[in-house]
């Protein structure tokens, strides 16, 4: 796992953070790419 030291509590916090910048990243990138095609 990480090496940061945390409880289940702290790593399902981490877990939603990321799965939401990813969200916002895969978005962000479509969007950016829709703009370029046109």
């Given at each position: 796992?990480?090496?940061?030291?945390?409880?289940?509590e702290?790593?399902?916090?981490?877990?939603?953070?990321?799965?939401?910048?990813?969200?916002?990243?895969?978005?962000?990138?479509?969007?950016?790419?829709?703009?370029?095609?046109?």
């Amino acid at each position: 796992m990480y090496c940061i030291p945390c409880t289940g509590e702290t790593t399902y916090t981490w877990l939603i953070i990321v799965l939401i910048i990813l969200l916002i990243l895969v978005v962000g990138l479509r969007m950016f790419l829709n703009k370029k095609n046109k």
